[in-house]
């Protein structure tokens, strides 16, 4: 029985319905496969019509996958949720689910390298623009809406440069206007923020990330209200497929048992790493929310419980310097992705964000001497004495 009192560790932990509601099985099963037999053809006829209720297909729904889409609703304070094989296909399905040729929407410029692929190579060929802004500045979103604007997308933290975006301020604009909001709350995870909470009206993640939390499975969720989900589920989702693998549902539940604990190590260990990186003398600048000195500190105190464990900084000197760094670290990996339990470091404006032009990269901050680390779980001082030996040798 899941008590309404129990705080987010412990229901992270017990999940919505605390197990397997018919064998009790504490980790779930993993319905790995792609049909459900009918009890005969009326069964197949009612179920197809939609009057009863029940599994068909896969493409169109899972038991494993209701059981992950359950508890990121849960966890989120949504109604509901719908899980994809990856970030891509859950921003690319709302996206999908909320214009029409013709449409527009406003989004913060400063947003995954992938994300603005998208809407650079993608959205142009439907007849939907994306109209990038810096949403740091509400003016500019509010100005930037027209009467085709159907919603704002904002990421916060933001990928790459950790900046903070006002998740209440654009939710007000939305709602005056009479449009969405949707935040990609991938850096946070609900452990840290909640923004249906704070006046959106859907979320999207990258569970590729914290929520997986092993580096180990790409996917995708939204979370959203009862009827928006219904809509992008039949509307769009089960016509373009992009769902999530049983299997890889599955991994998801289990990654969500230690949400908070992993959440909790990356956090207090990437204070100390900003902390340290702060006081470097190699180091020009760093972003970490936590930091005081961070511009946004106060709003993300507002609008965060706790700052997570993702950092940029910029060394001194430019690329050539940043390359000599991510040549001479031994601890930390050299990849893309983050949010797993080793710690990440990677060179933005060459590889995650490369998508950007170069005129692009400067107005949204992403400077050749810029890394972003994601802080991983090992032994701080393990990780603090890798970045010092690669600082010194650079
Ligand atoms: N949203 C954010 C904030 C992301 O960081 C990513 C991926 C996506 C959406 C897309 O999700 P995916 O399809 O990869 O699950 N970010 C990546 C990054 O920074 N490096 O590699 C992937």
Redesign the pocket.
């Known amino acids: 029985m899941v008590k309404k009192t129990w705080r987010f560790a412990t229901l992270a932990v017990h999940g919505s319905e605390g197990g397997d509601p018919v064998t009790g099985a504490i980790s779930p099963p993993i319905y790995q496969s792609s049909t459900f037999a009918f009890k005969n053809s009326q069964h197949g006829a009612d179920l197809f019509a939609g009057k009863e209720k029940g599994f068909i297909y896969s493409r169109i729904l899972n038991p494993t996958q209701v059981a992950l889409e359950r508890e990121m609703a849960f966890l989120e304070e949504g109604e509901d949720a719908l899980a994809f094989g ?6 690319f399905t709302t996206i999908m689910t909320l214009c029409r040729t013709g449409d527009n929407f406003v989004s913060s410029g400063t ?5 603005h692929a998208l809407y650079q190579k993608v959205l142009p060929r439907i007849g939907i623009e994306a109209r990038e802004v810096d949403a740091g500045d509400l003016n500019k979103i509010e100005e930037a809406i027209d009467e085709r604007t159907r919603f704002i997308f904002i ?1 916060t933290p933001a ?2 440069t950790i900046s903070i975006i006002d998740v209440r301020g654009c939710a007000e604009i939305a709602r005056r206007k009479g449009i969405k909001l949707v935040v ?1 709350n ?2 946070a995870t609900p452990y840290y923020q909640k923004p249906l909470l704070l006046g959106a009206d859907l979320v ?6 914290y929520i997986g939390g092993h580096g180990d499975t ?3 969720i939204v979370i959203g209200a009862k009827d928006q989900m219904l809509e992008m589920r039949k509307g769009i989702a089960q016509e373009v497929g992009g769902i999530i693998s049983p299997f890889n549902a599955w991994l998801l539940l289990r990654g969500l048992k230690t949400l908070a604990v992993r959440m909790d190590r990356h956090c207090t260990n990437g204070m100390r790493i900003a902390q340290f990186l702060s006081f470097h003398p190699k180091v020009e600048r760093v972003s970490y929310p936590g930091l005081r000195i961070h511009p946004q500190h106060e709003l993300a105190k507002s609008q965060m419980s706790d700052f997570g464990g993702m950092i940029a900084f910029w060394v001194k000197g430019g690329l050539e310097e940043g390359k000599r760094l991510m040549d001479a670290v031994k601890l930390c990996t050299l990849a ?3 949010g797993d339990c080793d710690t990440l470091i ?1 060179h933005p404006a060459s ?2 964000h490369s998508s950007y032009s170069l005129e692009d990269m400067k107005k949204v901050g992403i400077d050749p001497n810029m890394i ?1 680390l994601s802080v991983g779980i090992e032994d701080v001082h393990d990780i603090m004495e890798d970045l010092d030996q690669a600082l010194r040798a650079m």
Do not use: C, Q, W
Not at 86 to 91: I, L, N, Y
Not at 111 to 115: D, R
């Open positions: 990856s970030g891509m296909a859950a921003e947003i995954y390298g992938g994300t990421e990928n790459p990609d991938t850096f999207v993640h990258s569970a590729t990330k790409v996917a995708g893309v992705s983050l990677v590889t995650t972003r």
